[in-house]
Antibody
């Protein structure tokens, strides 16, 4: 059974960089068979796709966030990370990491990490 | 940018059929998946590749995708199906979510 767990600071100051890590168990990120993604959801609002990576090196980002987003991977720890720079209150959301199912879907989700941007 | 539009809400009586639409330009040429999200929980995949159900998803959930509209159908709706539902598709390697539909079982 695949499990994903987000971790990182729950409070980030405006203009700083939001950093989250997703730890994966039950599957190997380096297997190269799936995409691994970040998705967020502001309170009371819908889902927003942030970006994804493939261990082959292929990475895609939401054009609206692309200038501020970096997704990286540490295969030795079976983790992948999200960095979002120059955050504002609009970046306050629950952030999810997910595993791709092979057809553009996300078949496994983490429990989500609430990140609040506030001074 | 590509957009997927869903009705904000759908109401259904227990045992009846709920249909949730997801509209987008030439959506029928793309793979669509659907997620169910209950309050305080992470989304759960209920349909992928337009029509397929993941293991463990009840048969009452089905999907279709033609021309510009994808539809999630819940047959014999139960109270436990009350949730928010989101469609998702891809456009130029960018993931796009629908606006979301709240299904209320009256």
């Amino acid at each position: 059974q695949v499990q994903l767990q987000e971790s990182g600071p729950g409070l980030v100051r405006p203009s700083q960089t939001l950093s989250l890590t997703c730890t994966v168990s039950g599957d190997s990120i380096s297997s190269g068979r799936y995409y691994w993604s970040w998705i967020r959801q502001p309170a009371g609002k819908g889902l927003e796709w942030i970006g994804r990576f493939y261990t082959s090196g292929d990475t895609n980002y939401n054009p609206s966030l692309k200038s501020r987003v970096t997704i990286s991977v540490d295969t030795s720890k079976n983790q992948f990370s999200l960095k979002l720079s120059s955050v504002t209150a609009a970046d306050t959301a629950v952030y999810y990491c997910t595993k791709g199912g092979g057809y553009g879907d996300s078949d496994y989700w983490g429990q989500g990490a609430l990140v609040t941007v506030s001074s | 940018s590509y957009e997927l539009t869903q009705p904000p809400s759908v109401s259904v009586s227990p045992g009846q059929t709920a249909s949730i639409t997801c509209s987008g330009d030439k959506l029928g040429f793309k793979y669509v998946c659907w997620y169910q999200q209950k309050p305080g929980q992470s989304p759960v995949l209920v349909i992928y590749q337009n029509t397929k159900r993941p293991s463990g998803i009840p048969e009452r959930f089905s999907g279709s995708n033609f021309v510009n509209t994808a539809t999630l159908t819940i047959s014999g709706t139960q109270a436990i199906d009350e949730a928010d539902y989101y469609c998702q598709a891809w456009d130029s390697s960018t993931g796009v979510f629908g606006t979301g539909t709240k299904v209320t079982v009256l």
